[in-house]
């Protein structure tokens, strides 16, 4: 055969070079223009609210008693409260906390969630029988109740936010994980590894884990929304970040308050919150379509 025959074509070598789960479904989430669009907002927005307050030259506690309740205007965007503070500012800082409640917490579950569920699934019998009996005794109890308990308990500390409503989103993660470890426990691949004599944790670690980043990633931006709304009710229950902070939550409870004299107190933190949330629910059900195997044989 002649060096020219035994070259391989130029486009066979580019369609089978770089081809990999993550780049298709980079490709797939692209041809989605509401869930990239969802995914420019949100970076716009998280930007805004983690540079906006150290730009903006106003404090969102600075307190003006002679600028009370004034209408949104040049010098106020978004008008000011009841003790002349800058709503402006206090979106913005409040948009900073709620994000972090949302993503810190999420992690929180992320990681109990995602230990539990692989651990169960992989030891499998009655250890798996046991931990799941666990998993559903705790899905009996409120999750509201559960975290105002552990507030209570424990004090009603700002990063305590972060655990106590991480402590209680974990259990739909749990179950997804388990699920997910029953099937690829059995593949042949991990057999293999066995076979050489690989530990347990090395095998959980190097080789289900990464084949469960992508249900991982999909449930991950999914939980982020619903924590913010958790944290939104723990505010109008009292349980939020404490004054002089702020969160969406507590703003929109402030705002319900005195939406009678001032309505642009709940409809700025309002506006910002469900955009957010309308946002990553829409890049949840885009990462959801572009990482499911069936919609890549499509």
């Known amino acids: 055969m002649s060096a020219e025959g035994s070259k391989i074509p130029k486009s066979y070598s580019e369609d089978s070079e770089g081809s990999s ?3 298709d479904a980079w490709i797939r989430l692209r041809a989605n223009r509401l869930a990239t669009l969802s995914l420019f907002f949100f970076i716009f927005i998280a930007i805004l609210t983690i540079i906006g307050p150290e730009i903006i030259t106003t404090s969102y506690e600075e307190q003006n008693l002679n600028n009370t309740f004034d209408k949104p205007g040049i010098k106020h965007p978004f008008g000011t409260d009841n003790l002349g503070r800058d709503l402006f500012a206090r979106v913005l800082h409040g948009g900073r906390i709620s994000l972090a409640v949302g993503f810190l917490a999420t992690a929180v579950s992320l990681i109990i969630g995602v230990a539990y569920g692989m651990s169960s699934g992989y030891l499998g019998g ?29 004090g009603r500390n700002f990063i305590l936010l972060f655990i106590a409503i991480g402590a209680v989103e974990w259990l739909t993660m749990a179950r997804i994980t388990r699920g997910q470890t029953l099937g690829l426990k059995r593949a042949e691949f ?106 890549a044989k499509d």
């Open 190 to 295: 991990i057999e293999a590894a066995r076979a050489l004599g690989y530990p347990h944790t090395r095998i959980l670690v190097r080789h289900i884990l990464p084949n469960l980043l992508g249900p991982v990633i999909v449930y991950a931006t999914l939980t982020v929304p619903a924590v913010m709304l958790l944290e939104a009710v723990l505010s109008f229950l009292g349980l939020g970040v404490q004054a002089p902070m702020s969160s969406w939550g507590s703003l929109i409870k402030e705002g319900s308050e005195k939406m009678d004299i001032a309505p642009w107190l709940i409809f700025f933190p309002g506006l910002f919150f469900s955009l957010t949330l309308l946002a990553l629910n829409f890049l949840g059900d885009g990462l959801r379509d572009a990482l499911d195997p069936k919609s």
């Open 126 to 154: 009655k250890t798996d029988a046991l931990m799941m009996r666990i998993v559903d005794i705790l899905y009996s109890l409120p999750f509201t109740i559960f975290v105002i308990l552990l507030m209570v308990l424990f």
């Open 21 to 23: 789960l993550w780049r």
